[in-house]
């Protein structure tokens, strides 16, 4: 499996995870021009997308779109597999529901990958902090989906 490197894009900063299917290899808040500067050749890029739910919006919401096209015109220059995934989708991949708050999707990983532990038994999403829970959400669910299409194949097989 490929590395998956989840972004939740922000208009000067983004949370940037790297995930291998099983452990977190680094999540970092990070200025929004050195994102991309953690993304290897071999991975697979998801980066959450705005949705309009017929809200009026502000100016920090374009500045993202901006740089989530930023984000998506380096991974095609570099031949980097780039996806946008929506925060609804995210909801109702973890929590079945998509009027779910954060606070749910957190605990809905916490159920499913177990508690953020300490310094000396840290689990893992120790160190997870702010947005990097919404790329850990994104990551998760990728890695969920491709395991549960598996599962499905080798059903029909």
């Known amino acids: 499996m490929k590395q998956i490197i989840a972004i939740d894009p922000g208009t000067t900063e983004s949370a940037v995870l790297r995930w291998d299917g099983r452990y977190i290899l680094t999540a970092e808040i990070a200025p929004n021009e050195l994102v991309l500067t953690f993304v290897p050749i071999n991975a697979v890029v998801l980066c959450e997308m705005v949705a309009c739910y017929g809200m009026a919006v502000g100016k920090e919401v374009f500045e993202t779109c901006l740089w989530i096209g930023e984000f998506r015109s380096y991974c095609k220059f570099k031949k980097i597999p780039f996806h946008l995934v929506y925060r609804r989708d995210v909801k109702l991949h973890h929590c079945g529901n998509v009027r779910a708050k954060d606070g749910n999707v957190i605990q809905a990983l916490k159920d499913k990958y177990g508690d953020k532990g300490t310094k000396e ?37």
């Open 121 to 157: 038994a840290p689990g893992i999403t120790y160190g997870l902090r702010s947005h990097l829970w919404q790329a850990f959400a994104i990551a998760t669910m990728r890695t969920e989906m491709l395991r549960d299409e598996t599962v499905t194949r080798r059903d029909v097989l």
